[in-house]
């Protein structure tokens, strides 16, 4: 699966690239990365709808872009060009296998990102990293929607699960997915490409993560539910602390409890009770 760069130049910068940001993660963009002009923000090709930025205007400030299809991508040989370990405070060292064991972080995981997204450097990532060792995953059946490079699959397992099931929707997310698995001698987590048309219509998770992005989530939140067992945990995160309450509104009408959320640099996670 292809994915498309928009590079935008905004004038002024700051607060226009933040207002511009938010707009575009309820546009179904994923990523966004910071520069002097303004950032760089990344959108799978079958979401991409270019139509949509042209009807986009502001009075405050004014922006142009450059768009470039970028075809799969060897992530791996970009990462190593620049990448530092990420560490989630003591708890959990996300590192690629040419860098030294951490002595300090309590967990470790080595990630070959290959054609993926999912270094690990998301804050979304860390929110639900850091979220996840809340929860008491011993002997419990998780599920990793929208996997990725299978980082918090793979945490899942080392806190515990008995049982992982990670889906994506990306035939290089499953491929890199079940590589990491291995190299992190958790082979025995199932991974599965599609989207939340393969979960079961009646409860069959402890736990249920969910790092996507505000629309999927959205779209998919009533599977969630119906997938997670009485008293399970939905954790949430690929959106920013300004759509929490509008992501909580949905949630309560579902019948989840709202338990808490925690933000990062704009980015947040929501912890939900079925």
């Avoid at 639900?128 to 011993?138: A, C, N, Q």
């Avoid at 499953?174 to 590589?179: P, V």
Wanted: proline residues 3%.
């Amino acid at each position: 699966m292809d994915y498309i760069q928009y590079t935008f130049t905004v004038s002024p910068p700051e607060p226009g690239s933040d207002i511009l940001i938010a707009l575009l993660a309820d546009l179904g963009f994923e990523s966004f990365s910071g520069t002097d002009t303004g950032f760089e923000a990344y959108i799978q090709e079958e979401y991409d709808n270019e139509a949509d930025l042209k009807t986009i205007a502001f009075d405050d400030f004014s922006f142009s872009y450059v768009r470039t299809v970028i075809p799969k991508t060897n992530w791996n040989e970009e990462w190593e060009k620049n990448f530092n370990p990420v560490y989630v405070d003591d708890l959990v060292c996300i590192r690629a296998a040419f860098h030294p064991k951490s002595a300090e972080a309590k967990h470790d995981i080595i990630i070959t990102p290959k054609m993926s997204f999912g270094t690990g450097h998301h804050d979304t990532t860390w929110l639900m990293s850091k979220t996840m060792f809340e929860l008491d995953l011993g002997n419990k059946h998780v599920l990793d929607m929208g996997c990725g490079t299978g980082i918090l699959a793979i945490l899942a397992k080392q806190l515990g699960a008995s049982h992982v099931l990670g889906i994506d929707i990306d035939d290089w997310s499953i491929g890199n997915s079940i590589e990491n698995a291995e190299i992190n001698q958790a082979s025995d987590i199932v991974f599965q490409k599609g989207d939340a048309a393969l979960l079961p219509a009646t409860e069959s998770f402890d736990t249920i993560l969910a790092n996507i992005n505000k629309n999927v989530l959205k779209k998919d939140m009533a599977s969630y539910f119906k997938a997670l067992k009485k008293n399970g945990t939905l954790l949430l995160s690929g959106f920013f602390g300004t759509d929490v309450e509008e992501l909580k509104e949905l949630a309560d009408a579902l019948g989840f409890s709202f338990e808490k959320s925690y933000t990062k640099n704009e980015w947040a996670v929501i912890k939900l009770k079925k």
